[in-house]
């Protein structure tokens, strides 16, 4: 579980770039840091309630960060940092299962480097098996689907490249998306958001690319892995901000 400190419940008022947003706290404007830099439009709407983490520090711009917003009475954690730490965590307590490990784990490191890219987990087995693991965040749903990226992604497209030439290498290779809520059925690619992410995932998946991905239980200042759910490459994901323009 990651726990945040100092939570106060505040008011969504408008994003200024993909760092800095105001909001309302206490009938006091704030200028908070978005600890996301995906789109996130169908979560920071005016007025939705978001939760926000006070960090005071002189070598910060701000004292806040927007850590999770509420919507439809459920809260997105919205942090890009903890998909990595739980992913660490659940790995080495047995709560997340890679599935085609065979051996017993000796050995998570995290933030390795292969190839051109760094990866966000390597593990060691017993049985000498060598794994690399990619770690992504996902806070897009509708319907009950979480869906990734919602912004296009080059660097995601690059470590799905790469992954595939370790696994030439010998190595077991592993995407696990951490889907930060829990009212999510399934995953999925937004293949119209970026479909050559779509397809080159698509066709890892026939060359031993393990695709995997696991809810999230989220309060306002806390946010835990809570179960896996099936990873469906070919679900037409409708977009809820697409579906928003077409209707004007």
Known sequence: MVEYEQ?????????ENRFIAICLLDSEEIVVH?????????????NVKVAVNYQPSTKRKTAYDL???EKAGQWINIDSQVPNQLAYDGITQGKIQLAHVKGK????????????SRFDLSVETSL????LIEVKGMTLENQKI??????PSVRALKHVQELLHARQAGYQIYLLFIVQLAAVQSATIHT???????QTIEQGMSADLNVIAYTCQVTPNTIQIKTEIPF??????IDPNKRKEEQK
């Open 67 to 69: 850590i999770a917003v």
């Open 128 to 131: 000498g098996e060598k794994v």
């Open 34 to 46: 978005v600890k996301n830099t995906g789109r996130c439009k169908e979560l920071l709407r005016e």
């Open 105 to 116: 784990i000796l050995t998570v490191k995290r933030e390795v480097t292969y190839g051109h």
């Open 192 to 198: 119209k958001m970026q479909p050559e992410l779509a």
């Open 146 to 151: 979480g869906a990734f990226p919602d912004a």
């Open 232 to 237: 469906r490459p070919n679900t037409n994901f």
């Open 7 to 15: 939570v106060s419940i505040a008011k969504f008022i408008r994003r």
